[in-house]
C-alpha cells in the first residue's frame, strides 16, 4: 500500500521557521514529482510547492523566498523547509504524490501565531 506520512508541525511564533517531513513507503518514489499542499480553515487547499523528477521546483507566490522544497530519494523523504513565517501560513499541510495514481497524506498542522 501507498503511505505519505507527515511530521514537523506545530505551533510557531511569526518570523520562526519550520521543517515538514513526508516518509513514503510503497513507491518507486524517485519517478514521481512530489508536493506540499495546505488547507486553511473556511479555504480551498492549495498548491505550496512541488518538486519534480529532476528536482525541479516550482512555488506559490506566496511562499516564494520563504519556503524550499526538497527531496532525498535514498530516504523516499520530501521536505519542506519554511521560514519567516506568517499567520497566514496557518494550516493544515499535506504531502501529495502526483502520477495516475495520486495520493495524499494524513495531514500535519502549522499553526503561527504569538
Known amino acids: 500500500q501507498v503511505q505519505l506520512v507527515e511530521s514537523g508541525g506545530g505551533l510557531v511564533q511569526p518570523g520562526g521557521s519550520l521543517r515538514l517531513s513526508c516518509a513514503a513507503s510503497g513507491i518507486i518514489f524517485s519517478v514521481y514529482t512530489m508536493g506540499w499542499y495546505r488547507q486553511a480553515p473556511g479555504k480551498q487547499r492549495e498548491m505550496v510547492a512541488t518538486i519534480g523528477r529532476l528536482r525541479n521546483s516550482n512555488y506559490a507566490d506566496s511562499v516564494k523566498g520563504r519556503f524550499t522544497i526538497s527531496r532525498d530519494n535514498d530516504k523516499n523523504t520530501v521536505y519542506l523547509q519554511m521560514n519567516s513565517l506568517k499567520p497566514e501560513d496557518t494550516a493544515v499541510y499535506y504531502c501529495?504524490?502526483?502520477?495516475?495514481?495520486?495520493?495524499w497524506g494524513q495531514g500535519t498542522q502549522v499553526t503561527v501565531s504569538s
Open positions: 501529495h504524490k502526483d502520477g495516475a495514481r495520486p495520493y
